[in-house]
């Protein structure tokens, strides 16, 4: 990180923060708005190295404000009864258990999909709402991918590192509580294409997340988790997907 006085660190990092909070959202929102109404068979694929590009830059100018072990590492929150209540034992038994249990989860799922119709048609209903922006081929796929794995990334680093630094140390100073929950609503913000029920969700998401990351001390384990929820789509839509099948038909 270059050299810079204390107040123009403080209002390049405000910067940012209007930037996830607002003109990422409100930007987002129209562009997905036009987007839907494209016919171009390219347009998934044009959205996810879109969204690849936001994701790394939006990061690689936090990146520019703070150091590497301020981004990565939990910031020491002024809370005693936040440590007290989350003790290292407790959080390695929570990441283990969660990652578990999605991870089983997914296998039963994906058994369940090869043996009933019902299943299926769950499936196709929890995504009904995102189903546009699903994979619908083999490269569509592994884009989909590279967008999970920079997801899992950078938008830890950016609404976790950053925006909790943000929020707890520099310049703010907030209660542990204050900071998780701002940090979790602007990430939901962040999410504004899925409606107001995904932007709740993620919301929610955002703060377990948040609270597992200075739970930890580290990054490690939100990005662990992120990145599977994350992929878990992908592990669950049928193979004849890939074959360039509907999505609706595979599930069908």
Not at 20 to 30: E, I, K, Q, S, T
Not at 60 to 75: D, E, I, Q, R
């Amino acid at each position: 990180m270059l050299p810079m006085s204390t107040s123009t660190t403080s209002v390049l990092m405000t910067g940012l923060v209007a930037i996830l909070a607002g003109v990422f959202p409100v930007w987002d929102y129209f562009y997905i708005k036009r987007w839907r109404l494209s016919t171009d068979p390219e347009k998934r694929i044009r959205l996810y190295r879109l969204t690849i590009v936001w994701l790394w830059s939006a990061t690689l100018c936090a990146a520019f404000l703070l150091p590497p072990h301020a981004l990565f590492y939990a910031p020491q929150y002024n809370s005693a009864w936040f440590s007290s209540t989350f003790p290292r034992s407790t959080v390695v038994g929570l990441v283990v258990g969660g990652v578990g249990g999605l991870l089983v989860s997914i296998i039963m799922y994906r058994r369940a999909l090869k043996t009933s119709s019902r299943a299926g048609s769950k499936l196709q209903h929890k995504l009904a709402k995102i189903r546009i922006y699903l994979p619908q081929s083999a490269r569509e796929r592994q884009w989909f991918a590279a967008v999970c794995l920079s997801a899992g990334f950078c938008e830890e680093l950016l609404y976790r590192g950053f925006l909790l630094h943000y929020a707890l140390v520099f310049p703010w100073q907030l209660k542990v509580w204050a900071g998780l929950l701002a940090a979790s609503g602007i990430f939901g913000l962040g999410h504004v294409y899925q409606g107001f029920a995904g932007i709740l969700q993620t919301a929610a998401v955002g703060l377990l997340l948040g609270v597992l990351f200075l739970a930890t001390g580290s990054l490690l384990a939100p990005m662990v988790l992120h990145t599977l929820i994350d992929l878990r789509i992908l592990m669950l839509l049928p193979k004849a997907v890939e074959s360039g099948v509907p999505i609706e038909t595979a599930l069908g």
